[in-house]
Every structure is written in structure tokens, then in C-alpha cells.
């Protein structure tokens, strides 16, 4: 497992910087990152190499590794060379991936700059692209050099992007911590304690991760809601609706999904009615019709968790505790999909 350091960028950088030898420096930041972040790390660095992409996830492509490829090339990166991941998920996933293939692999550290990315999508390893629309299709297992977390960045951030990393807070919480669940589910949005569920989020993903870095088993636990979710997600980058974001098409997922735990009675109606009015409460309702439904059950058939053509699910099984690997057919799945849009309307 890569080092997470949890503290001001002004402390760890320098820090990390001073503890190797890099023959060149590049920062991968986007249009965000570069107006609100980079100018907080610039003077902290050395002579190096600026990497700006237009942000979104619609920028995850191949397209895109290209150009930072390319100025990798043009700037005469060797194999003792560092990237620097100035973002949120998108940078560090594509980034990351970058870095991965790049001559072979570079090192790279991740710099996350949003909630969603300080407390899951920087730490573990998993870097990607999406391909033909669906969601991290291409991608390496890839521990970055740092992981340097800086909690006063999310200053920067609006309410919809705290709220978007939030679901994965949430997330954690239901899988491996039931006391924790029971703290967040009390406080609304604006009384959560940043720093301190930074912190415990990066733990209990290292736990996880430290124990099946390539999720051949565990790992698969911290896919609650993320089967029909990131289907959820993929949709709507195709529909003139407004896009969602990570998380709240992962507040989809999770209601959805422990609708199916409930009716396979792997969890009681208390739990589930709990999920069900934190996660109206947080994220509002996302409208389905009757008529999304079947493009996104079709694309829960390239959920990387799959075995053949069987879709294999994270559930929850009890407060604080998840399964993993479980079969769940189409009809399961679409009275998921039926119970959260009748909350929804």
C-alpha cells in the first residue's frame, strides 16, 4: 500500500518531494484544479512540467491520455520522472492510468482536491478510463508513490460536489462501520466533520484493500451501490437530462440495492427505511421513468464484478457488514430500480 498523508499540502509535499530523486516533475490538473489549487502547490515545486485538461468525466478517454502522453513525450520524461495528480476522481483515475503506462510506469502521487477523491478514489490503486461510455472499462491496479490529502482544499469545493463524496462516506459506513452509520445518519450535510470522516473513510478502505489489493474477493464490498449506480450514472451521460454526479447516481445505487438485500432478507425493514429517508433527505430524488429502465439494466451487463453473463452484486448483510459476489438476476434488479423511483415521485 502507497503512504496516504493526511495534512496540509504546505507540510507533506515538500516533504515527499525532498524524500526522492525525480529527474522531472509534471502537474495534471484541469480547468478547476488550475484556477483553484495549483496556485497553492506551485511555489512549493521545483522547475516542472504543467499538464491542463478540460474537466469532467466526459473527458475520461483515450483522446485525453493522449494529450498528456504527448506532453510527457515532448517534455523528455525518462522512467525516474513523477506525475503530480491535481484533482478529483477524473485526474487521479486518469492520471494515474497515465503514469501507469507511461514508458511502462512512472511514479505518480495522487493530490486529491475533492471530497469524492480524498475519501475513495485516491487511495487504493485503481486507475482508468472509460471506453465506448462505459464507466473505468479500461484500466491497471497501480499503487501511486503518496497519496497527500489536504482537507483545507475542500473549501474550494460547492455543496453538489461535498454532497457527490458524501455518498461514498455513506457508503463506507453502511459496509463496515454500523456506529458510524449511526453518527452521520443524525447530522444533516453542513454538520459533518470533514476531517474526521477523511480519516475514517481512508481507513477502512485501507483495511480493505491492504487485505485484496486486486479485488479478487473482499474488495467487492466497497461496490455497494455501485452496480446499478455506475449503470445510473453511464445513462445519463447519454441523456440531454441533466448529467449527475459520481455520487449521486451512487445514492441511486444504494437504495436500489438494499431494496434487493431487504428482499433477499439479508436486512430488516429498520435498516432499509434508515437508507431510504438519509438518502432522500441528502440527495433529493432522481427522476426514472418507466422507460430508463431497461438501457440501464443493459449496462449492468459490463459491470467488472461479472462472471460470464451473470451480474454479481455487493449487498449488505446487516448494519456495518457487506457480502460479496452474490448473483442477482434482471428481475431483481429492476424491482430495485421499481422501489426507488416509487419513493422518487
Known sequence: MSTVTIASLTESLPAFLDASDFSAIAVIADNHTFKFCYPEIKALLPRHTLVRIKAGEEQKHLATCELIWDALTRANFDRHALVLNLGGGVIGDMGGFCAAT???GIAFAQLPTTLLAQVDASVGGKLGIDFN??????GVFQQPNAVLID????ATLPERELRSGFAEIIKHCLIADAGMWNDIRRRDLDEQDWARLVAHSVAVKQRVVEQDPTEKGLRKILNFGHTLGHAVETYFLTQPRKRLLHGEAIAVGMVAEAFIAFQKKMIDQELLTQIEEYVFAVYGNVRLTDA????ILALTLQDKKN???QVRMALLDGPGSCAFDLPVTMADMRRGLAFYS???R
Request: aromatic share 8%.
Open 133 to 138: 461510455g462505459f464507466k473505468n472499462h479500461i
Open 151 to 154: 482537507p483545507s482544499l475542500l
Open 307 to 309: 462472471r460470464g453473463n
Open 102 to 104: 507511461y514508458k511502462r
Open 292 to 295: 430508463d429502465t431497461e438501457p
Open 342 to 344: 416509487g419513493l422518487s
